[in-house]
């Protein structure tokens, strides 16, 4: 089976009220005061620009979007998040944004790499927002990031 996200996280008021201009953005609560915005094509397009940003290591990163996270996050810590994996192999990648710049920088770890022991990356984005995790659990399970398979039944 696979399993692919890419989104961003973030507190679900803040994100609420940051993507009020982009009808393209639809959201979905996951616990915890927090809400996925799924990376689809439809967003991908709207906030991409053509400023030939880098991509900080992502694979479905828009350019210019960093600029974006960067302001949303006046109004409290972003994530940006992926992962991908088929039968059990896979990688992570993640970064927070906080007070208009990176906090976390972009995190990833690749197919075969065992998860540092600070938790995966996608488990450190989301304690920066905030999540706790209870006993026998790590971040990533607590707001149930594995509910779905793929980034675009979060939205389905």
């Known amino acids: 089976m696979s399993y692919d996200l890419q989104a961003v996280i973030a507190d679900e008021e803040a994100l609420r009220i940051a993507t009020r201009h982009l009808p393209a953005a639809r959201l979905a609560s996951i616990g915890q005061g927090l809400s996925l915005m799924p990376m689809t094509d439809s967003l991908f397009e709207t906030v991409a620009d053509s400023s030939g940003a880098g991509v900080l290591g992502f694979r479905r990163f828009p350019e210019g979007f960093e600029k974006t996270l960067a302001g949303w996050s006046a109004g409290g810590p972003v994530a940006y998040v992926e992962a991908e994996y088929f039968g059990g192999v896979g990688e ?5 944004w906080d007070g208009g710049t990176i906090a976390l920088a972009p995190l990833h770890v690749d197919e075969g790499e065992p998860f540092p022991s600070a938790g995966s990356p996608i488990s450190q984005a989301l304690r920066r927002l905030g999540v706790a995790a209870g006993a026998g659990e790590d971040e ?5 990031l594995g509910r779905h398979r793929h980034s675009e039944a979060w939205i389905a």
Do not use: L
Request: net charge positive; charged share 10%.
């Open 92 to 96: 992570q990648r993640a970064a927070v």
């Open 140 to 144: 990533f399970s607590a707001v149930g």
